[in-house]
């Protein structure tokens, strides 16, 4: 059965962070390029919270170890572990500070809370990884890529434009609405998909729904603008075609939604 492992950065939506926590900037801290992609999210509040729901068996947390770093707690669905400390003397960068296997292949939802005070109370998030079971243990698994200009994405192309910025997603080509408008991906595995897009100022919330199940809501809204960041994942979807409908939500005039490409995943023996 092959083991999947999935990456997100900090600035994925997919990440809920209360408001207590905000984004790392050089301003605020000069070794903000030790970061994975030189990006981080903080807090420095007693009993801030940040949660991420995954389906899979483990899951590592990434983020440092430093000086003014102090004591979190972690949930994971019903189970409460820690508290961990994440205080360093020396400074510690794309270290996991968390981490759980041996989960049933499934959905779980973890949050983590800062339980620091005094001089050490932050606690970060810098990159997620999670390792999911997928299909059967002769399978293997194959993926590709589906460009935003691809004809399996369906756009209303009078409310569609080609994004400003366009020279920084990927292929040089991307579709950008302000518009409430939904863009449809139909596409055929027996697996995973992942949408990759923009977040930044100018973006706002957005919703996903896949094939005419939930619809979740989103927010792309960063302090500044990022690119290839991961606006939906789900993976052991089953054979057969899927639609994959998202849509612009947004909150106050304005805000758009910067589509760039997919990735799919199939099995095969």
Known sequence: MPLVTNLIDDKSPLIQYDSTWLPGTSADDQLEDQYYHGTFTTNNVTNGQVTFTFNGTGIWWYSARRNNHGTFVVQVDDNT???????????QFMVPIFNITDLNQGTHKLTLTNTGSGTTLYVGADLIVWQSNVGNEDDQLTT???????????????????????????NGTGHYTEEQTSAILTFTVREMITLFGKTGTSNGPYTVQLDGGQTNTYNATANLPYYGITLFHADNLGSGQHKLTITNAPSISGQGLGIDYALVSNLSR
């Open 81 to 91: 572990y820690g508290p961990y400390d994440g205080y360093s003397a020396e400074e």
């Open 144 to 170: 590709e890529t589906i460009d935003d200009s691809d004809s399996r994405f369906q756009y209303q192309e009078s409310l569609w434009d080609s994004p400003s910025d366009v020279n920084l997603y990927s």
